[in-house]
């Protein structure tokens, strides 16, 4: 008979969903910001004066597509053709980047605090004290939020339209509205259990922090939709009408079709990011409500399966992705084994790299479009969409390596996670405009392969790096070396982000193109060159790929991947991998007595 598998605490590691709340409300302030520009761009210029007109006057030309060829004339003219843009295209004051992303914090903020009111003040609800003359719910209410240890009772109102018998919770963190329904009124009677068990529930979301982040994420996504999407939608719908006829429609079509599929490709990932998390806290307020007092047979909800044959299956898993409640039966299995909790799963990772790559290359255009290009520029737009996808992607493979080395599972590699990351990267820069204008895919689509081992690459490194330090920091707090790991995988995010935005583009777009680097060496030196192929082929691939690095971060982020392994080496014997943690201090952990020596040098550098 084999033992059970060690069950740890869930708040015993980060959670991490706090900064995939973040992730959503980056994307959106960028994405404000660049869609609005790229309207008020084509509204300041509708019959191709400006930038454009400025290029055809170059003598750019759209029939060649967006490789070097149709830019010969405006390579040859730059300086009639910067003399052109400073004149009918000026660059605006450096102020104006930020004019929309801040209309949008305002007004994201003028609306949180107004939806708690409105949901507070409106018809149907009324307060506790209207239905609760003798007192008894609110002594109930008093005694569940002691124990759930809140600092001061909740406000309390009732929806009597609401036959369901849930409960929920609006407001802000410090100040929550807790709503319940009717129908839960009535089952307080002959299920006084079932009764606490909700209550409990809602106040561990008012615990965890859950009402301001999801509230927040509400008001910025409402806003986005009536002040930027709408608009964005209206206004493209009736540039595109009015371009059907036009001479240049056939090399405009795939620059229109991205600009009306990119608000959709963000609706759909905004939902499935935002439901997602949703589910994640759901879990987590589950698990402290139990251990509150909360009796798990409440969680004894018997869900219908659902009907037909494979295809309605297959259709009901689908809209589960979209809810922002898990099914029963896994919140109940989460109460008895949180590993759901600590899981890489393909989802979140895909949607952490399409979101990053979004926010990079909409960071990087937008600063482009409304001042002149800083060498800062892309080091910080990379930096921003770094920071956010580590927080989000690295946090979530740490946590799975903890997991699994404190419940002696086998740990995961990451190559299957960063595989996801990088397929979803390839998803965000195809919805842009950078490798492709006037076609369709650029013209060197398997360029695109490096953004997936890109992604691979950082979910490996990060993997058996948090490995590495888990086994050997003895620090009580896994914290700083957490941090540590997640510092230089984020430098090595950004140095990927950087290289991208330039040597990239350019090569997948067919700027920077191994045969021509091939012809360039063989006329630059044709003697030694021609009589070694081999390292002119080589040469030929290598160089391309090289254009475009920042140098200084590249060296950095190589160094830290070498570093950071080898503090760990250093840091001493290798602790016992087997942890107890320590609910009372968040992420803390108990080391155990020395387990092994110190892994050969060779083997902690090569990661074997």
């Known amino acids: 008979m084999t033992e059970p598998r060690p069950r740890i605490d869930e708040r015993a590691i980060s959670a991490g969903t706090t900064m995939r709340f973040v992730l959503l409300v980056v994307l959106l302030l960028?994405?404000?910001?660049?869609?609005?520009?790229?309207?008020?761009?084509?509204?300041?210029?509708?019959?191709?004066?400006?930038?454009?007109?400025?290029?055809?006057?170059?003598?750019?030309?759209?029939?060649?597509?967006?490789?070097?060829?149709?830019?010969?004339?405006?390579?040859?003219?730059?300086?009639?053709?910067?003399?052109?843009?400073?004149?009918?295209?000026?660059?605006?004051?450096?102020?104006?980047?930020?004019?929309?992303?801040?209309?949008?914090v305002i007004a994201a903020?003028?609306?949180?605090?107004?939806?708690?009111?409105?949901?507070?003040?409106?018809?149907?609800?009324?307060?506790?004290?209207?239905?609760?003359?003798?007192?008894?719910?609110?002594?109930?209410v008093a005694d569940v939020a002691a124990a759930a240890g809140l600092a001061q009772v909740?406000?309390?109102?009732?929806?009597?339209?609401?036959?369901?018998?849930?409960?929920?919770?609006?407001?802000?963190?410090?100040?929550?509205?807790?709503?319940?329904?009717?129908?839960?009124?009535?089952?307080?009677?002959?299920?006084?259990?079932?009764?606490?068990?909700?209550?409990?529930?809602?106040?561990?979301?008012?615990?965890?922090?859950?009402v301001t982040l999801t509230y927040a994420t509400v008001a910025v996504?409402?806003?986005?939709?009536?002040?930027?999407?709408?608009?964005?939608?209206?206004?493209?719908?009736?540039?595109?009408?009015?371009?059907?006829?036009?001479?240049?429609?056939?090399?405009?079509?795939?620059?229109?079709?991205?600009?009306?599929?990119?608000?959709?490709?963000?609706i759909v990932l905004v939902y499935l990011a935002r439901s997602d998390v949703l589910c994640s806290r759901e879990v987590y307020a589950d698990l402290a409500a139990v251990r509150w007092g909360a009796d798990p047979r409440g969680w004894a909800v018997v869900a219908p399966e659902p009907p037909g044959g494979r295809a309605r299956r297959m259709f009901a898993s689908f809209s589960e992705l979209w809810r922002?409640?898990?099914?029963?039966?896994?919140?109940?299995?989460?109460?008895?084994?949180?590993?759901?909790?600590?899981?890489?799963?393909?989802?979140?990772?895909?949607?952490?790299?399409?979101?990053?790559?979004?926010?990079?290359?909409?960071?990087?255009?937008?600063?482009?479009?409304?001042?002149?290009?800083?060498?800062?520029?892309?080091?910080?737009?990379?930096?921003?969409?770094?920071?956010?996808?580590?927080?989000?992607?690295?946090?979530?493979?740490w946590r799975a390596v903890a997991h699994a080395v404190l419940t002696e599972r086998r740990v995961p590699s990451g190559i299957r996670a960063g595989l996801w990351l990088g397929a979803g990267m390839v998803a965000g820069v195809l919805d842009m405009h950078q490798l492709a204008v006037a076609q369709w895919?650029?013209?060197?689509?398997?360029?695109?392969?490096?953004?997936?081992?890109?992604?691979?690459?950082?979910?490996?490194?990060t993997t058996q790096c948090?490995?590495?330090?888990?086994?050997?920091?003895?620090?009580?707090?896994?914290?700083?070396?957490?941090?540590?790991?997640?510092?230089?995988?984020?430098?090595?995010?950004?140095?990927?982000?950087?290289?991208?935005?330039?040597?990239?583009?350019?090569?997948?777009?067919?700027?920077?193109?191994?045969?021509?680097?091939r012809q360039a060496l063989e006329r630059t030196f044709p003697g030694p060159i021609a009589a070694h192929p081999t390292v002119l082929s080589v040469s030929a691939v290598v160089f391309p790929v090289l254009a475009g690095l920042q140098r200084p971060l590249v060296l950095t982020a190589v160094g830290a991947m070498w570093v950071v392994p080898l503090l760990a080496w250093t840091a001493g014997s290798v602790t016992a991998v087997r942890r107890r943690p320590s609910g009372a201090s968040g992420d803390a952990v108990e080391p155990g007595p020395p387990l092994t020596p110190r892994p050969p040098l060779r083997r902690v550098l090569l990661f074997e």
């Open 30 to 104: 960028v994405s404000s910001g660049s869609m609005m520009s790229a309207v008020g761009g084509v509204a300041g210029d509708p019959n191709g004066s400006g930038g454009f007109g400025c290029q055809l006057a170059a003598g750019m030309d759209p029939t060649q597509g967006d490789g070097p060829a149709g830019y010969v004339g405006p390579i040859a003219h730059s300086d009639a053709l910067q003399a052109c843009i400073d004149r009918y295209d000026p660059t605006p004051p450096w102020w104006s980047n930020l004019v929309w992303p801040s209309l949008v």
């Open 109 to 140: 903020g003028v609306l949180f605090w107004v939806l708690p009111v409105w949901k507070a003040r409106r018809g149907r609800v009324v307060a506790l004290e209207a239905v609760d003359h003798e007192g008894e719910i609110r002594r109930v």
């Open 154 to 210: 909740p406000r309390i109102v009732i929806d009597p339209t609401a036959a369901s018998t849930g409960a929920v919770v609006f407001g802000r963190t410090r100040r929550p509205t807790v709503c319940l329904h009717a129908g839960l009124l009535a089952r307080r009677s002959r299920d006084p259990g079932g009764f606490r068990a909700v209550l409990l529930h809602e106040f561990a979301h008012i615990g965890n922090g859950d």
């Open 221 to 266: 996504w409402r806003v986005f939709v009536v002040c930027v999407l709408l608009p964005y939608l209206v206004w493209y719908a009736v540039a595109i009408s009015g371009s059907l006829g036009a001479t240049f429609w056939s090399t405009e079509e795939p620059y229109a079709v991205r600009a009306v599929v990119l608000p959709f490709f963000m």
């Open 324 to 397: 922002t409640h898990p099914r029963w039966d896994l919140r109940r299995d989460a109460l008895t084994d949180p590993a759901a909790l600590f899981g890489v799963r393909a989802l979140p990772m895909f949607l952490t790299g399409a979101a990053a790559a979004m926010i990079s290359a909409q960071a990087a255009h937008y600063l482009a479009s409304g001042s002149r290009v800083s060498p800062w520029t892309q080091p910080v737009t990379s930096l921003v969409a770094a920071v956010v996808a580590t927080g989000v992607a690295g946090v979530a493979l």
């Open 441 to 461: 895919l650029p013209d060197q689509p398997e360029v695109l392969v490096l953004v997936v081992l890109a992604g691979m690459v950082f979910a490996w490194w």
């Open 466 to 517: 948090a490995l590495l330090w888990f086994q050997a920091w003895t620090g009580r707090s896994q914290r700083p070396a957490m941090l540590l790991v997640m510092a230089a995988a984020c430098l090595l995010l950004t140095a990927w982000f950087a290289w991208w935005q330039s040597g990239g583009t350019d090569l997948a777009s067919g700027w920077l193109s191994p045969e021509a680097e």
